[in-house]
């Protein structure tokens, strides 16, 4: 006996098929799962095991409170052109953990407590223990400068350190700066109470290095003034591979290169910061030195090219095996 179904049987069949497993096929779909993967992501450089740790998206607003100097339409395009919102800039905190030599060292601490820019910050801690790291086997807390957003995660809400066994590291101009309790009064108050708040806790602890002093075994520091006066980047060595942690150099990968000369509201000296950027990413650039910003994208780390007057940013891409 054979069985002779034709090609619009076939279709009638699989319509009423269909039609009686749909309901179930509807009861059956997945919810919506609403989380997002653990906010770590490591990489080698040389024998040096960079675990990169986000303390949250850190929203600016509308760009043109922040970015001075060039017309605000010219601001939105660049935005635009590059596919990003032109009416909200929104920076990444991106803080390297280099386990080194004997040493496992921390750069900046992300904003703490404080909600100055919003709620999605201050996450460092929760994403220290996502990439199954201990505070306390912290060995160096290195900032690249005493802003809220850098070094407001050294102590918690009770001004407890929150790196129990961790030497502080940071520039004696910016520690004297953003401590000193007679610019309470000035409108960098709100910097001025959250440093206070994180380093004089850790005023003991507390350890200063100098522009071209490699002051932990593969870290050596670069004066990049202007952004604060005591502002410094890091050289990162190992086996002969290297990379540099940019700190705020540049807070953004299509503003502040493409238009380096551009200025920032949140610079203690936007002139000096300028031309601070574009003589590091020139050496940068000419070195094909790796980078990596705190700023920028997560996670933050690629090379900058010259591009005409200004710069571009080439993200590396993730290595999910080690």
């Given at each position: 006996?054979?069985?002779?179904?034709?090609?619009?049987?076939?279709?009638?069949?699989?319509?009423?098929?269909?039609?009686?497993?749909?309901?179930?096929?509807?009861s059956a779909r997945a919810p919506?799962?609403?989380?997002?993967?653990?906010y770590f992501h490591r990489f080698?450089?040389?024998?040096?095991?960079?675990?990169?740790?986000?303390?949250?998206?850190?929203?600016?607003?509308?760009?043109?409170?922040?970015?001075?100097?060039?017309?605000?339409?010219?601001?939105?395009?660049?935005?635009?052109?590059?596919?990003?919102?032109?009416?909200?800039?929104?920076?990444?905190?991106?803080?390297?953990?280099?386990?080194?030599?004997?040493?496992?060292?921390?750069?900046?601490?992300?904003?703490?407590?404080?909600?100055?820019?919003?709620?999605?910050?201050?996450?460092?801690?929760?994403?220290?223990?996502?990439?199954?790291?201990?505070?306390?086997?912290?060995?160096?807390?290195?900032?690249?400068?005493?802003?809220?957003?850098?070094?407001?995660?050294?102590?918690?809400?009770?001004?407890?350190?929150?790196?129990?066994?961790?030497?502080?590291?940071?520039?004696?101009?910016?520690?004297?700066?953003?401590?000193?309790?007679?610019?309470?009064?000035?409108?960098?108050?709100?910097?001025?109470?959250?440093?206070?708040?994180?380093?004089?806790?850790?005023?003991?602890?507390?350890?200063?290095?100098?522009?071209?002093?490699?002051?932990?075994?593969?870290?050596?520091?670069?004066?990049?003034?202007?952004?604060?006066?005591?502002?410094?980047?890091?050289?990162?060595?190992?086996?002969?591979?290297?990379?540099?942690?940019?700190?705020?150099?540049?807070?953004?990968?299509?503003?502040?290169?493409?238009?380096?000369?551009?200025?920032?509201?949140?610079?203690?000296?936007?002139?000096?910061?300028?031309?601070?950027?574009?003589?590091?990413?020139?050496?940068?650039?000419?070195n094909k030195t790796a980078v990596?910003?705190?700023?920028?994208?997560?996670?933050?780390?690629?090379?900058?090219?010259?591009?005409?007057?200004?710069?571009?940013?080439?993200?590396?891409?993730?290595?999910?095996?080690?």
């Open positions: 006996m054979t069985l002779d179904v034709s090609r619009r049987s076939l279709l009638a069949l699989g319509a009423g098929l269909g039609a009686t497993m749909l309901p179930g096929i509807a919506k799962l609403g989380t997002q993967a653990p080698m450089v040389g024998g040096a095991e960079v675990t990169v740790v986000s303390d949250g998206p850190l929203p600016l607003g509308d760009p043109s409170g922040s970015f001075l100097g060039v017309p605000k339409d010219d601001v939105q395009k660049m935005l635009t052109d590059n596919f990003l919102n032109p009416t909200n800039v929104v920076l990444e905190q991106n803080a390297p953990i280099v386990n080194i030599g004997d040493k496992l060292i921390l750069f900046d601490t992300g904003m703490g407590t404080s909600k100055l820019f919003g709620p999605t910050t201050g996450r460092l801690q929760k994403s220290i223990a996502e990439a199954g790291i201990k505070p306390e086997d912290i060995d160096a807390v290195v900032c690249s400068h005493a802003h809220i957003d850098h070094i407001g995660g050294i102590v918690d809400a009770n001004d407890k350190p929150l790196f129990p066994n961790a030497q502080i590291y940071i520039s004696q101009a910016d520690l004297e700066f953003w401590t000193d309790e007679g610019k309470l009064g000035s409108a960098l108050k709100d910097f001025i109470v959250h440093a206070r708040k994180n380093l004089l806790p850790v005023r003991d602890r507390i350890v200063f290095f100098k522009d071209g002093q490699e002051f932990l075994p593969g870290v050596t520091a670069m004066a990049a003034p202007g952004h604060t006066f005591g502002h410094h980047m890091f050289m990162i060595q190992s086996e002969g591979k290297s990379f540099a942690f940019l700190g705020d150099l540049t807070h953004h990968a299509v503003l502040l290169l493409e238009r380096p000369l551009m200025e920032f509201a949140y610079d203690s000296d936007p002139k000096m910061s300028a031309q601070t950027r574009v003589k590091m990413l020139t050496m940068l650039a000419a990596m910003s705190y700023h920028f994208a997560w996670p933050g780390y690629g090379h900058v090219v010259k591009a005409g007057d200004g710069f571009r940013y080439i993200a590396e891409p993730m290595v999910m095996t080690l």
